[in-house]
């Protein structure tokens, strides 16, 4: 919580110009959470606050201001989005009396989740304020197209607030949540929703846990119906703790097992902040937000597709810090093993969260007696992927050159645009594969 508001919960809304925070921020006061457009503060105190309406003038000349005393935005902002000197000049001036007026909102209101949309979040030092950090992103032909529509502004004005702006992606490495809205309205409802869900854990009190109440038990409606119990082996459970080894270092090389801990019903272990268990229903927006904010990634699955899926195949998520960062679909089948879905962002998860969710996989299949892993990773892997599946013996291969079995789940098994890495569980020489 937050240390100047230890009962409440501040997010801090950024983003570069006409990347949808507005419509973010519409939607979480659609939540009940108090929404602070610092823009519009700004806009407040240019038509109403003398003091600051004085010092405009003093740097910028009489012409920033409006007969009334007010400050004329459109002159005012032809004059600074020219140059970067006066745009600082004016944020010096102005931001200070936005954040003496916008902690004044937050102390007064009685509402314990709070927004505050800011396109200058960090560079004015607010995000210090904050909880979380959430970043709206798209592409910047998009936001053109999107200030020509919707705002009415010529092309030549347009171009010029793009191009005045920084880089999106010093706001994105600033952000514990993105939200992509290159899409339609609903796509960007459904990031808020996740993004949504997964702040709610970290905030405890009677409006979290009313709304985790609500989720809890519309997802227990689906449980008992598409979890098996851990005592099926073709859920990828076995009985004993794993010993997982993610060696040190890189976490590829060889070396003693890591301490395992007393396991819970999907738990397998849980050590130095890495967990690796089977997907619940409870875990679904975690998945659901690691495969949409992956980039590059082709799937696309709904909430209630993947909770009726939990049962028919077996879901892995690797935890580091609480944080899901390596999901894993598996299956086995005539004692093939196949892995078709395997995300690992951020990449370098892959010497942690990656390693441990590659390993209860193949204990799982050694379990089975399966005789090969047939893994399908997406085309284009990252490095650290392919050296993961490299130092846990894994070969690219053609369909074409394995037993017949093999060839048929793979056909049975493989998406599409996937590459396929094999493991040989069992002397290739007994398989007469060699």
Known sequence: MSKRWPNKYIVGLTGNIATGKSVVLEL???????????????????????????????????????????????????????????????????????????????????????????????????????????????????????????????????????AAQPSQDAKIVAADVVIDTAGSLDETAEFFRLAWQRMLRRVPGPIAVWQQKQLAAAEKAYSNSVLRSRSHPEDGGIEGAPRVDLGS?????????????????????????????????????????????????????????????????????????????????????????????????????AFHTGAGVLQEIEDSANSLVCEVILAFPPSGPSLEMRQLFAARGYVEIQKGVLPKTWQTAIEDNQPYDTLIWMKILRDIRQLGVV
């Open 28 to 162: 979480a006061g659609k939540q009940g959470a108090l929404t602070i457009d610092a823009d519009q503060i700004v806009h407040e105190l240019l038509g109403n606050d003398s003091d600051l309406q004085d010092a405009i003038e003093s740097s910028f000349g009489p012409d920033a201001r409006n007969p009334d005393g007010s400050i004329n935005r459109a002159r005012l902002g032809a004059l600074v989005f020219k140059s970067g000197e006066k745009l600082a000049i004016l944020e010096r001036i102005v931001h200070p009396a936005v954040r003496k007026k916008l902690l004044s909102m937050i102390d007064e209101s009685d509402k314990r989740i709070v927004f505050i949309e800011a396109i200058k979040l960090l560079e004015s030092g607010l995000s210090e304020e904050c909880d979380q950090i959430w970043v709206t992103r798209c592409p910047p032909e998009i936001r053109f197209d999107r200030l020509i529509e919707y705002r009415g502004m010529r092309k030549e004005t347009a171009a010029q607030r793009v």
């Open 249 to 349: 270092g890189s976490g590829l090389s060889s070396g003693e097992p890591l301490v395992t801990v007393e396991q819970s019903e999907n738990v397998f272990f849980q050590t130095e902040g890495v967990t690796i268990q089977r997907a619940t229903p409870s875990d679904v927006p975690d998945i659901l937000w690691l495969i949409r904010r992956t980039a590059s990634s082709a799937v696309r699955t709904k909430r209630r597709e993947l909770l009726m899926t939990l049962g028919e195949r077996g879901y892995l998520i690797g935890r580091k810090e609480g944080e899901i960062s390596t999901l894993a679909g598996w299956s086995s089948e005539n004692l093939v093993a196949t892995v078709d879905l395997i995300i690992i962002n951020p990449p370098e998860s």
